[in-house]
């Protein structure tokens, strides 16, 4: 049995949702409750992160990367008893996301931000950025619930993931700083960004037959919108591409509306 700590709830086509780096499931919480309405949603913890256990690779597999994940969301999709789900992923979710579809383990996928459409500068500052947010939470953890109850602490400390930092409610900026600073799993999967091979037309080839859609924020300063979307546009040309006006790289709370359309009409591309 494949253990990871998850959020189910909702009834209908099941849709399992997929954090990034050194996040947690409730990040999706913005969306939860609309989609619950019209799916069987399952947002998990991947390992290491969340409330969910860290575990060493099966030899061949480095730890904490893309493939290493997709293992570990695959079996635990055995375990549920689910074939091809619904997947949508943020940021280093988005590339298990689209990993899964390419293995044939999804109807559907959503990558919100995907990671691996990158080139190597994008790559390094994906990495310096999210590892200055951890050191940051870490060095701060006293003081954490004071600044993050001010909207200018929540400006300051949350700006690089939000395009709306101010208007995040203080608990889920606290929980999520608080995931960020404790994931025993980011060192590794952080490591794996290094080897991470960017994704090629023959890797994505099998997502022809999924639907799949990209979506990214257009005030992204973790994966820059412009450059990494319009390179995602190239390899997967039949994908649905939207840009979210006015977002950051984890749009459910900016922009919650538009991410449950999104997600319900994956399918579709509606």
């Given at each position: 049995m494949t253990s990871l700590v998850h959020h189910r709830s909702g009834s209908g086509a099941p849709l399992v949702l997929i954090h990034g780096l050194g996040s947690h499931w409730q990040v999706w919480s913005p969306v939860l409750d609309d989609l619950a309405r019209h799916r069987d949603v399952i947002a998990l913890d991947l390992p290491g992160f969340g409330d969910s256990p860290l575990w060493a690779p099966?030899?061949?597999?480095?730890?904490?990367?893309?493939?290493?994940?997709?293992?570990?969301?695959?079996a635990f999709l055995d375990d549920l008893g689910l074939?091809?789900?619904?997947?949508?992923?943020?940021?280093?979710?988005?590339?298990?996301?689209?990993?899964?579809?390419?293995?044939?383990r999804a109807r559907a996928v959503t990558a919100f931000a995907p990671v691996g459409f990158w080139?190597?500068?994008?790559?390094?500052?994906?990495?310096?950025?999210?590892?200055g947010g951890r050191s940051l939470a870490r060095a701060l953890a006293p003081l954490l619930p004071g600044v993050l109850a001010s909207p200018t602490g929540r400006t300051v400390f949350c700006a690089p993931f939000y395009g709306r930092?101010?208007?995040?409610p203080p608990?889920?900026?606290?929980?999520?700083?608080?995931?960020?600073?404790?994931?025993?799993?980011?060192?590794?999967?952080?490591?794996?960004?290094?080897?991470?091979?960017?994704?090629?037309?023959?890797a994505l080839a099998a997502l022809a037959a999924v639907?799949?859609?990209?979506?990214?924020?257009?005030?992204?300063?973790?994966?820059?919108?412009?450059?990494?979307?319009?390179?995602?546009?190239?390899?997967?040309?039949?994908?649905?591409?939207?840009?979210?006006?006015?977002?950051?790289?984890?749009?459910?709370?900016?922009?919650?509306?538009r991410c449950v359309d999104?997600?319900?009409?994956?399918?579709?591309g509606g």
């Open positions: 099966p030899a061949g597999r480095l730890p904490g990367s893309v493939p290493h994940l997709a293992d570990v969301v695959s074939d091809t789900p619904e997947i949508a992923g943020s940021s280093l979710g988005g590339g298990i996301a689209l990993e899964l579809g390419r293995r044939g080139r190597p500068p994008g790559r390094a500052w994906c990495s310096l950025v999210v590892g930092p101010r208007t995040l608990p889920d900026a606290l929980a999520g700083a608080r995931a960020l600073a404790g994931a025993p799993g980011f060192p590794a999967a952080r490591a794996a960004f290094r080897r991470l091979t960017p994704w090629s037309p023959a639907p799949v859609t990209i979506a990214w924020g257009t005030r992204d300063a973790v994966l820059p919108y412009r450059a990494q979307s319009r390179r995602a546009r190239t390899l997967l040309p039949t994908a649905r591409h939207v840009p979210l006006r006015g977002c950051g790289h984890l749009p459910f709370a900016d922009d919650p509306a999104l997600l319900l009409t994956a399918r579709t």
